[in-house]
């Protein structure tokens, strides 16, 4: 009996090429039954549902050869992480915010561009407020569904997509800098250590970048994700009222 193999994709084109893929055929040597048909969901963001087929090679006539290219296609099985392109991918992430844009029915433009960490979507309109969200969380989340968009069935060479609203990341960055230092003198003016509020890995990442060559604290992360925060401890902290009569600035 024929092997049957159950995928998915965004589309039922997807799963099938997927399938194909999988099972080292093209697809007009495919046999596949539609369990699921893909889903939108809400706004484009949430409740989506994949296409979902079971497909089979087709079955051939015992005595007649295998059709040339199945067997090195069966020896030699495409890999879909080797065929799609970082260009396509990229196309598969805008495609995806367009559909999102349209849906939210906003006006917005895409600048496609290239950063060190990798493709850059710069967007750019009026009243965009509503894609960052407070502290950029809203924004994070976009850019996370847009990488999983274009990295579905993907597995080697992976795009990484960033998204930006008219350099908001820039200046959180600086504002993530500055509260840094603010809150260094803090805990060296207390004595005791600051706890800064949850974020998310790149932030925290830049808040132990801007003191880490700071000489009178240290830092470290606490906290189970998504909660996880940054914990800025001074390196002389103020002594205990029961040990008043010790000298004052004893290092720990």
Do not use: W
């Not at 995806?96 to 029915?105: A, E, H, N, R």
């Not at 060190?116 to 994070?140: R, Y």
């Not at 509260?179 to 830049?206: F, S, T, W």
């Amino acid at each position: 009996m024929a092997e049957v193999l159950e995928a998915s994709g965004k589309t039922v084109e997807e799963a099938i090429a997927l399938a194909a893929s999988k099972l080292g055929v093209t697809t007009d040597l495919l046999d596949y039954k539609v369990i699921q048909q893909p889903s939108n969901g809400f706004f484009g963001l949430f409740g989506t549902k994949p296409a979902r087929i079971e497909a089979m090679v087709k079955s051939q006539p015992a005595c007649s050869k295998e059709p040339a290219g199945v067997t090195e296609a069966a020896e030699e099985p495409v890999s879909v992480g080797e065929t799609v392109s970082i260009e396509e991918q990229a196309k598969i992430a805008e495609k995806f915010l367009q559909d999102v844009f349209q849906t939210m029915k906003l006006d917005v433009k895409i600048e496609r561009g290239e950063s060190e960490e990798g493709v850059l979507f710069q967007l750019i309109g009026k009243n965009l407020g509503i894609l960052i969200g407070k502290h950029g969380q809203t924004l994070d989340s976009l850019q996370y569904l847009a990488n999983l968009a274009a990295n579905r069935g993907i597995s080697e060479n992976r795009a990484r997509i960033i998204i930006d609203i008219e350099n908001y990341r820039s200046r959180r960055e600086d504002t993530l800098v500055r509260l840094a230092g603010h809150l260094a003198e803090k805990a060296c003016r207390i004595g005791e250590e600051v706890h800064l509020e949850p974020m998310n890995r790149h932030e925290r990442k830049i808040i132990h970048m801007a003191l880490q060559d700071n000489r009178r604290v240290s830092t470290y992360s606490a906290g189970d994700e998504p909660r996880r925060y940054v914990v800025i401890a001074p390196k002389r902290r103020r002594r205990s009222r029961r040990n008043y009569s010790e000298p004052r600035f004893d290092e720990e």
